[in-house]
């Protein structure tokens, strides 16, 4: 689980990553990563809308998607703002597959390579 330094809480700073941010898209996720020169943690933030399903499933691929993060906190730099918007496939997705997706953008988009 992500502890609370290590998440976006204001829709001002969703809104500047998705914004300013670079992005990687796939059938399942889009991401989209702002690198920034502070001295903290890196910081991940999940955008769920109600067309991935009923709360019960967003709510799943949310879990899912903030276990896949904590993973990968060690091989994110500090500074840097993550944003992950599940697309409707993401509902049928497994937890290999989430892992899959956003390996291969954290790879594309932040510098150095992120272990899959």
Known sequence: MLARP??????????????????????????????????????????ISKQVGTAVVRNTVRRRLKAVCAEFLDTVPEGTDVVIRAL?????ADFA?????VARCLNRLVAGPVRA
């Open 97 to 101: 597959d989430l892992r899959s997706d």
């Open 6 to 47: 290590n998440r976006l809480t204001r829709g001002v700073d969703y809104r500047q990553v998705v914004r300013r941010g670079t992005r990687c898209g796939g059938p399942r996720l889009v991401t989209s990563v702002l690198p920034a020169s502070d001295d903290r943690a890196p910081r991940f933030g999940f955008i």
């Open 88 to 92: 409707p496939a993401s509902a049928s």
